[in-house]
Antibody
Framework: QVHLVESGGGVVQPGGSLRLSCAAS????????MHWVRQAPGKGLEWVAI????????YYADSVKGRFTVSRDNSKNTLFLQMNSLRPEDTALYYC?????????????WGQGALVNVSS | QSVLTQPPSVSAAPGQKVTISCSGS????????LSWYQHLPGTAPKLLIYDSNNRPSGIPDRFSGSKSGTSATLDITGLQTGDEADYYC???????????FGGGTKLTVL
C-alpha cells in the first residue's frame, strides 16, 4: 500500500520560511507526479503545487507563486515544499498527494498532513 | 471563487440517493480527467472516482460518477451516516495550468 508521510510543519512568524518534506514508499516514486494541497481552518481544499514525475516541470497556484518552490529527490523518494515569505493566510494543514499518472490525472493517495501555523 | 462550482451543501435521509454537481468550462472539465474526493474531518482526503466514472478498488458501487460536456455529477445511493463528509471535484485546467478543486459540498445524512 502506498505510504506518504509529511514532516517539517510548525509555527513560524510572518515573513519566515519553512520546508516541508514528504517521504514516499511502497511505489515507484519516480514514475508519478506529486502534488501539495492545503486546507486552511474552516476552508475547503486548495491545490498548491505539482511536480511532474521527472521533476523537470512544476506548476503553482497563483496564491503561492514566487514564494513556494516544489521539488523532489527521486533517488530518496522524497517530495519537498520550500515555503518563503510566509503569510498568516498560509496557515493550513498541508497534504502531499500522489498523482495517478506522470502528469496531472487524479490524486489517488494522500498523506495525513503537516500543520503550518504562521503567526506572530 | 472556485473555477469549479459545486453546491455548498446537500442532504438526504439514510438509504436515499443524493447527487452532487460540479460545473466548469471547456478548459477544465470539458478537456481533462475529472475526479471526486471524499474528505472526512480529521482524515486524509480519499479518491472516490477518477476519469469521471471509474472507482478505485475498495470504493463501493454506491458511489458513481458521470460527465457531460463541462459538467459532472457524483451520485451516492443507499446513503449511510458514515457518508457524512465534504465532497470535492477536481481536474486540471489547461488554460490556467493549475489543478482546480471545486469549493466542496457538505453532505448531511439526516
Amino acid at each position: 500500500q502506498v505510504h506518504l508521510v509529511e514532516s517539517g510543519g510548525g509555527v513560524v512568524q510572518p515573513g519566515g520560511s519553512l520546508r516541508l518534506s514528504c517521504a514516499a514508499s511502497r511505489f515507484t516514486f519516480s514514475s508519478y507526479a506529486m502534488h501539495w494541497v492545503r486546507q486552511a481552518p474552516g476552508k475547503g481544499l486548495e491545490w498548491v503545487a505539482i511536480t511532474w514525475y521527472d521533476g523537470k516541470t512544476e506548476y503553482y497556484a497563483d496564491s503561492v507563486k514566487g514564494r513556494f518552490t516544489v521539488s523532489r529527490d527521486n533517488s530518496k523518494n522524497t517530495l519537498f515544499l520550500q515555503m518563503n515569505s510566509l503569510r498568516p493566510e498560509d496557515t493550513a494543514l498541508y497534504y502531499c498527494a500522489r498523482d495517478q499518472g506522470a502528469v496531472a490525472v487524479a490524486l489517488d493517495y494522500w498523506g495525513q498532513g503537516a500543520l503550518v501555523n504562521v503567526s506572530s | 471563487q472556485s473555477v469549479l462550482t459545486q453546491p455548498p451543501s446537500v442532504s438526504a435521509a439514510p438509504g436515499q440517493k443524493v447527487t452532487i454537481s460540479c460545473s466548469g468550462s471547456s478548459s477544465n472539465i470539458g478537456t481533462n480527467y475529472l475526479s471526486w474526493y471524499q474528505h472526512l474531518p480529521g482524515t486524509a482526503p480519499k479518491l472516490l472516482i477518477y476519469d469521471s466514472n471509474n472507482r478505485p478498488s475498495g470504493i463501493p458501487d454506491r458511489f458513481s460518477g458521470s460527465k457531460s460536456g463541462t459538467s459532472a455529477t457524483l451520485d451516492i445511493t443507499g446513503l449511510q451516516t458514515g457518508d457524512e463528509a465534504d465532497y470535492y471535484c477536481g481536474t486540471w485546467d489547461t488554460s490556467l495550468s493549475v489543478w482546480v478543486f471545486g469549493g466542496g459540498t457538505k453532505l448531511t445524512v439526516l
